[in-house]
């Protein structure tokens, strides 16, 4: 895969998720983050969105490994 082709799907990508912000869908958190409020702070652990974002990651990677 050539670099050119990297900054393509890099491009798409941003601009996909551009989109979606703009659009400002309530996608996060999802069900299965850990979320705490208290009084004076917040904890977010997002557990499952790191989840999901490691299988997409593993599945992009892998089929641009086999080209």
């Known amino acids: 895969m050539k ?14 998720i551009g989109i979606l912000l703009k659009l400002n869908l309530k996608i996060f958190p999802l069900p299965g983050d ?3 409020k208290g009084e004076n702070f917040v ?13 997409l990651a593993s599945i992009i990677l892998w089929f641009l490994s086999k080209k």
């Open 3 to 16: 670099f050119e082709d990297l900054i393509i799907i890099l491009g798409i990508f941003l601009f996909l």
């Open 34 to 36: 850990i979320l705490i």
């Open 43 to 55: 904890f977010y652990f997002p557990i499952v969105t790191s989840i999901i974002i490691s299988i």
